[in-house]
């Protein structure tokens, strides 16, 4: 075995679930997954592709009627210019992150990510040779990156930032007011910018600013995102990325020679779910925020009222409170209320150590679900109150 994978930490969100399938009665706040089925006409066109026949491979890049409509869908919906021959359509979102970080990072590159963040940045950078920079991301200032903590993080060695907004697992969002103020930063030290954006349909009280459409980021910032979340195409495994030419080549070659093409199928399911007008924004996933949105307000609501500092999250579907007041830190409160009270959260250091007073608490579930963990955790926090 490499030492590499020897050293290769397992992720910090499935030990819990493991644990939850032993619980007939648990409650798992989890799992970073829609709870909705995908769309039906989404679904009818995969089953017509498969009845069809359409069972080989796609071009590498995939298929150019997809190409066209992610193209033409982050021009309309976000201003974000990538022209189709600059598109690759991915295995997942998750393998577009895997791609980009091989392309750019070796043997002592350092890369930013924003602490805390999801979990598969730094084990990949590490994987790839290169060493992941954490830059403190704090409530205070809405878990965003500061220009003064970006500064702190640069050193000559420091090759690209990593984007991650909206943020799981904090549900923070990044301004275009807030993202122009890091900009000047990544142009002085000519970073590359790597921008996930898979919750970029999933914002709440403002629509989503994509990295590439602002000054000083356009031209270095390589676009990551996917139909997993919004169109709760999880399953599905397809996702996109698009990047500068010269990287976007790099990224090519990679997925030529490791995931080849993304399943055909599902790819038929994606332009199904972009075939309609991007302006006003699509029916099924408006109602999906709905829902997301007024779960969002409810579980922030009961985790203030109940001792848990709740910074209000403007996208994604995480909250992400701090339980200090319980005098335990996130692993231990994650640890303790599963054995006690049967309700699954992920603790927050799982996501990096400014997470380690925090706990992260997916609202992708049913109401009904959400009100019995509310309650549960509700009698675990008053029993540590009396304590």
């Known amino acids: 075995m490499s030492e590499r994978a020897r050293l290769l930490q397992p992720s910090g969100i499935r030990k819990y679930f493991d644990i939850v399938e032993k619980m007939p009665d648990a409650v798992s706040l989890g799992v970073g997954e829609p709870d909705f089925v995908t769309p039906w006409d989404i679904r009818s066109a995969g089953i017509r592709s498969l009845q069809r026949g359409y069972t080989q491979y796609t071009g590498n890049r995939g298929l150019p009627d997809l190409r066209a409509f992610i193209s033409r ?8 210019e990538y022209p189709p021959e600059r598109v690759i359509v991915t295995v997942g979102a998750s393998e577009g992150i895997d791609l980009v970080l091989r392309a750019v990072c070796g043997a002592g590159d350092e890369i930013l990510v924003p602490d805390p963040a999801y979990v598969s940045y730094a084990p990949i950078i590490t994987l790839c040779g290169g060493t992941p920079v954490s830059v403190e991301c704090r409530a205070e200032s809405g878990f965003i990156v500061t220009p003064e903590a970006l500064e702190r993080a640069v050193t000559p060695r420091t090759k690209a930032i990593v984007l ?58 390589v676009l990551l995102g996917g139909f997993s979340k919004a169109f709760a195409m999880t399953g599905w495994r397809v996702g996109f990325a698009c990047a500068p030419e010269e990287i976007d080549g790099a990224m090519l070659k990679i997925h030529q020679y490791t995931a080849l093409c993304a399943p055909r199928v599902s790819q038929h399911a994606a332009a199904a779910a972009l075939s309609g007008g991007f302006e006003d924004g699509f029916s099924a996933v408006e109602n999906m925020r709905a829902e997301y949105d007024r779960r969002r307000r409810f579980l922030v609501k009961s985790l203030n009222e109940m001792g848990l500092t709740c910074f209000e999250p403007r996208g994604a579907f995480y909250v992400f409170p701090c339980v200090k007041s319980t005098n335990l830190t996130g692993e231990q409160f994650a640890g303790e209320l599963l054995e006690s009270e049967h309700v699954a959260v992920v603790p927050g250091n799982a996501f990096g150590a400014c997470g380690g007073d925090h706990i992260r608490c997916s609202y992708a579930t049913s109401m009904a679900k959400l009100t019995e963990a509310v309650e549960r955790m509700g009698r675990f926090v008053g029993r540590k109150s009396e304590n």
């Open 73 to 80: 869908y982050l021009f309309e919906r976000f201003g974000a």
């Open 164 to 221: 991650a907004y909206p943020n799981n697992p904090t549900g923070g969002i990044m301004t275009k007011e807030q993202l122009s103020a890091i900009a000047p930063i990544i142009e002085k030290h000519d970073l590359l910018v790597i921008s996930d954006e898979i919750y970029a349909e999933l914002t709440y009280g403002g629509k989503h600013c994509s990295a590439a459409t602002v000054k000083g980021l356009k031209g270095r910032t």
